[in-house]
């Protein structure tokens, strides 16, 4: 059953994938990114960690990507049909393209990951409780180093965003 | 049955096609979805590793990258629309101020 699943999801996140890359809208796009952040969503509820998941729909397919649109939207860019993609631009992005899929067929054919997916341990309390309990003991400096940034970004943000009073 | 090599696949698969989208499109805040796009792929990449390894670090990792990428979000975006309000497009081949 979640075999199913997984199929279903996965490829409704690459589908998605592909209509970001190919839509001429920009809107269009981003309504497809949503989809493909929801399925990925799924998926990371078909690995069993479920508060990821969670907060993937929050911060990624909510705050994120309401952020992107409103940001299209307020720009109002103008339709760049008329503008052809050069002959260039198409041979250097699909063999850049061919050579990432090279790279992933090697991953895959290697022996170690087939050792390793034989075996699927316990899942090990992936709860929000051993969450918390990590972010506070062994990953407490990352976790202040985060705040901090986060900070640092909104000051960042509205320095940027201020007119600028030279011009 | 669905195995690790499965996962890694799909997230590779994704992180190939973010990629060819930065290299494909011209607009910026495409290119822009296209980078989160390729973020996103390895963290279930590592969500994944995390998952048939055992341990939960693979899973904090991923915490700390969302909370990154959010703030990149907003950075970015900021940037993107002071580059607007001064040049008045947001095409990469108009964006040239650089090369002479």
Not at chain 2, 26 to 45: P, S
């Amino acid at each position: 059953m979640t075999d199913i699943f997984f199929y279903i999801f996965s490829i409704a996140a690459l589908a998605g994938a592909f209509g970001v890359v190919f839509s001429r809208n920009t809107v269009n796009g981003a309504m497809f990114l949503i989809g493909t952040f929801l399925s990925m969503a799924s998926l990371f509820v078909l690995l069993e960690a479920y508060f990821l998941a969670v907060i993937q729909v929050l911060v990624y397919a909510g705050a994120v990507m309401v952020l992107f649109l409103f940001i299209i939207m307020l720009l109002d860019v103008k339709e760049s049909a008329a503008r052809k993609t050069s002959l260039y631009t198409w041979a250097a992005s699909v063999i850049g393209f061919g050579i990432l899929i090279v790279g992933v067929v090697a991953i895959n054919s290697a022996d170690s990951i087939r050792e390793k997916a034989a075996s699927l341990p316990e899942a090990t309390g992936v709860s929000l409780k051993s969450f918390g309990y990590e972010l506070f003991t062994t990953y407490l400096l990352p976790m202040q180093v985060t705040g901090f940034l986060l900070l640092i970004a909104m000051i960042g943000v509205i320095a940027l965003s201020k007119k600028a009073k030279a011009d | 049955m669905i195995g690790l090599e499965h996962y890694i696949t799909v997230s590779s698969l994704l992180f190939a096609i973010g990629f060819f989208g930065v290299l494909l499109r011209k607009n910026t805040l495409v290119i822009y979805m296209c980078l989160e796009l390729m973020l996103n792929a390895a963290n279930l990449g590592l969500i994944a590793f995390s998952r048939y390894h055992g341990g939960m670090g693979g899973n904090l990792f991923v915490f700390f990258i969302i909370t990154v990428a959010a703030a990149e979000v907003a950075v970015g975006l900021a940037i993107i629309v002071a580059l607007f309000r001064k040049r008045q497009t947001v095409e990469v081949e108009e964006l040239n101020a650089l090369r002479n």
